[in-house]
């Protein structure tokens, strides 16, 4: 697919996070948020941080200065204990098509390439095929383009490129979110992979929006379930390479 341009100037990245009480983050998942920042910082990026209090802290903490704190727009129709990243999705809907959102445990090691599609976005996710755990009240209609599937894309990275899409995908998902309070989630991730990840999927492959990936894009790197299931060895090693990249970056953009 052709690209757009290799660079726009004034590109914007977004992170959004909601930091709980008593939540840590570990010496790596720091070390990747702020090696995130710096790179975006070094390209010129402009920054935006959507957070509650806590990770407003965190990040004053670890000098991190955005351009731009914005807080959470929060919702009581909407069982955070189900839904934990709906707050990702309430800024994908208010954020203009043609910024980036990245979350904490994402990098840029390139700038990111734009192409002519209707949506960036990281990866295809496959989580098991087989449709479980989604407990629906009665009143609760699905809409024409929902298929009983996990499958959908690893939003880590993405980027809107078009206004319709971004529309129709958030409606959808705040919908479903909304008409699915106080839910039994024994695994703690169905429902939530559902509304963001699968939605998007099916409603790209049923109205024929274009995608991309970015991992065919530019050099992009997502922390993802590696933090859990990574050996402590492999760990140690990527810490001190973030630790050794950080310094390098930081001297060269002093």
Same mark, same amino acid.
């Given at each position: 697919?052709?690209?757009?341009?290799?660079?726009?100037?004034?590109?914007?990245?977004?992170?959004?996070?909601?930091?709980?009480?008593?939540?840590?983050?570990?010496?790596?998942?720091?070390?990747? *948020?702020?090696?995130?920042?710096?790179?975006?910082?070094?390209?010129?990026?402009?920054?935006?941080?959507?957070?509650?209090?806590?990770?407003?802290?965190?990040?004053?903490?670890?000098? #991190?200065?955005?351009?731009?704190?914005?807080?959470?727009?929060?919702?009581?129709?909407?069982?955070?204990?189900?839904?934990?990243?709906?707050?990702?999705?309430?800024?994908?809907?208010?954020?203009?098509?043609?910024?980036?959102?990245?979350?904490?445990?994402?990098?840029?090691?390139?700038?990111?390439?734009?192409?002519?599609?209707?949506?960036?976005?990281?990866?295809?996710?496959?989580?098991?095929?087989?449709? *479980?755990? #989604?407990?629906?009240?009665?009143?609760?209609?699905?809409?024409?383009?929902?298929?009983?599937?996990?499958?959908?894309?690893?939003?880590?990275?993405?980027?809107?490129?078009?206004?319709?899409?971004?529309?129709?995908?958030?409606?959808?998902?705040?919908?479903?979110?909304?008409?699915?309070?106080?839910? #039994?989630?024994?695994?703690?991730?169905?429902?939530?992979?559902?509304?963001?990840?699968?939605?998007?999927?099916?409603?790209?492959?049923?109205?024929?929006?274009?995608?991309? *990936?970015?991992?065919?894009?530019?050099?992009?790197?997502?922390?993802?379930?590696?933090?859990?299931?990574?050996?402590?060895?492999?760990?140690?090693?990527?810490?001190?390479?973030?630790?050794?990249?950080?310094?390098?970056? #930081?001297?060269?953009?002093?």
């Amino acid at each position: 697919m052709k690209a757009v341009e290799t660079y726009r100037k004034n590109v914007v990245v977004n992170y959004t996070y909601f930091l709980g009480e008593g939540k840590v983050f570990s010496e790596l998942e720091t070390l990747i *948020f702020k090696y995130s920042v710096v790179k975006n910082k070094e390209y010129g990026f402009t920054i935006n941080i959507h957070c509650n209090e806590n990770f407003k802290k965190f990040c004053e903490e670890l000098e #991190i200065v955005p351009d731009n704190f914005y807080p959470l727009e929060e919702d009581p129709d909407i069982d955070f204990k189900t839904f934990w990243a709906y707050h990702k999705i309430k800024v994908y809907d208010k954020q203009p098509i043609g910024e980036w959102h990245l979350d904490v445990d994402a990098v840029f090691k390139e700038k990111p390439i734009f192409r002519d599609c209707d949506f960036q976005v990281g990866y295809l996710d496959n989580p098991p095929d087989v449709f *479980f755990g #989604i407990c629906i009240p009665p009143d609760y209609k699905f809409p024409e383009f929902a298929q009983p599937s996990f499958k959908g894309f690893n939003m880590s990275v993405l980027c809107f490129h078009s206004q319709e899409l971004k529309d129709r995908y958030c409606k959808e998902a705040i919908e479903f979110m909304r008409g699915n309070k106080n839910v #039994i989630n024994d695994d703690g991730w169905q429902h939530m992979v559902y509304a963001e990840q699968a939605f998007i999927k099916q409603i790209c492959e049923y109205y024929n929006y274009s995608y991309n *990936f970015i991992v065919d894009d530019t050099d992009y790197y997502h922390l993802g379930e590696f933090k859990k299931n990574q050996l402590e060895e492999e760990k140690n090693k990527t810490i001190n390479k973030l630790k050794e990249l950080l310094c390098l970056t #930081i001297v060269q953009t002093q």
